[in-house]
């Protein structure tokens, strides 16, 4: 197979086993804090940070792509979630669930476009400096398995 089919693939089926995770949340469970230093994070923010990475992560991919330079060194990380949290604050964990399967589903299509050679373009990523799109898009499955341990933690599991 493939290694854009592979990852596209395998977006798809962490996607739908988050989606389900995230789906069969109790109400109570969506404002248990899971981050306390710095900014308070709910599971509910995890799931907005989530969706708002990946829309972010989308175009950045795409810069890349077609020969841009990816995030900028300037680029303050920190202020990017405050914010992006700040704009997603008065949706619900429902729609932030729909968000975060239609924003997968736009990455894994776009993702299923690529040729084997873009994935060695590199780019600069936010949090990993200087590297390929290969390597980005697998930083996606790590990211969403960090916060979704971080979240687990508060559950005691």
Request: overall charge negative; glycine content about 8%; proline content about 3%.
């Amino acid at each position: 197979m493939p290694e854009v089919a592979e990852l596209a693939e395998k977006l798809k089926s962490e996607g739908e086993k988050y989606a389900a995770i995230f789906a069969d949340l109790a109400d109570d469970q969506w404002t248990k804090e899971v981050y306390t230093e710095g900014s308070v994070w709910t599971v509910r923010s995890i799931l907005a940070h989530l969706v708002t990475a990946e829309r972010g992560l989308a175009k950045l991919f795409a810069n890349i792509r077609d020969g841009g330079p990816g995030a900028g060194e300037d680029f303050d990380i920190d202020r990017y979630n405050a914010g992006q949290q700040e704009k997603t604050r008065e949706l619900t964990p429902q729609e932030l669930l729909e968000q975060y399967k239609s924003v997968r589903a736009d990455l894994i299509t776009w993702v299923s476009t690529l040729d084997e050679a873009d994935l060695d373009k590199t780019g600069r990523h936010p949090f990993m400096g200087q590297t390929t799109l290969r390597e980005m898009i697998k930083m996606i499955y790590i990211h969403n398995q960090t916060h979704y341990r971080d979240a687990r933690r508060v559950f005691g599991h």
